[in-house]
């Protein structure tokens, strides 16, 4: 979607024609840079929701898998709201602006609670060993990388 941004921008603005379509093309560029990532939240926003129902209920075989899922999941939620936020302030319809700012607030809270539910689960490995008698902490040790 940036692409359209870039393009629009490159467009020659010498005449009030051009100015005008320039910024007509602008504003729907930058109108579909904030859209298709504001698409892949709510597309995130289904996986977790599939994969939550899945947490305490799966094979314990394929729980690593679900903790997987859910930690990409999160991420490509974080990393779609990053390109939401840049894209913002560029959108001119300010009451959707704000729709659209609610609605991405709600999706990362919802993130969150899919993440703590896995965690209360114990689907998460420890990704941060604090003490010496960590399991994790004892490997990196054994193989001379702690």
């Known amino acids: 979607a940036y692409q359209k941004v870039a393009a629009a921008k490159a ?12 910024d007509t093309a602008l504003e729907k560029a930058y109108e579909d840079a ?15 929701n599939a994969a939550s129902f899945m947490i305490g209920a799966c094979n314990p075989n394929i729980e690593s898998d679900l903790a997987s899922a859910i930690l ?11 390109n939401v936020l ?3 302030p ?9 729709v659209i700012r609610k609605e991405c ?9 899919i993440e703590e539910q896995a965690e209360e689960a114990g689907i998460f490995p420890d990704f941060a060993p ?3 008698d960590d399991e994790v902490q ?3 040790e054994a193989a001379g990388l702690a």
């Open 105 to 113: 607030t709600v999706l990362l809270r919802y993130t969150k609670k």
């Open 130 to 132: 604090l003490t010496e």
């Open 138 to 140: 004892k490997i990196l």
């Open 90 to 98: 560029y959108y001119k319809d300010e009451v959707q602006k704000d």
């Open 11 to 22: 467009l020659p603005r010498d005449t009030e024609e051009e100015v005008l379509f320039r």
């Open 86 to 88: 840049m894209n913002l």
């Open 34 to 48: 904030l859209l298709v990532p504001f698409k892949v939240m709510r597309l995130c926003e289904q996986g977790l």
């Open 72 to 82: 990409l999941l999160a991420a490509g939620m974080r990393m779609s709201w990053m």
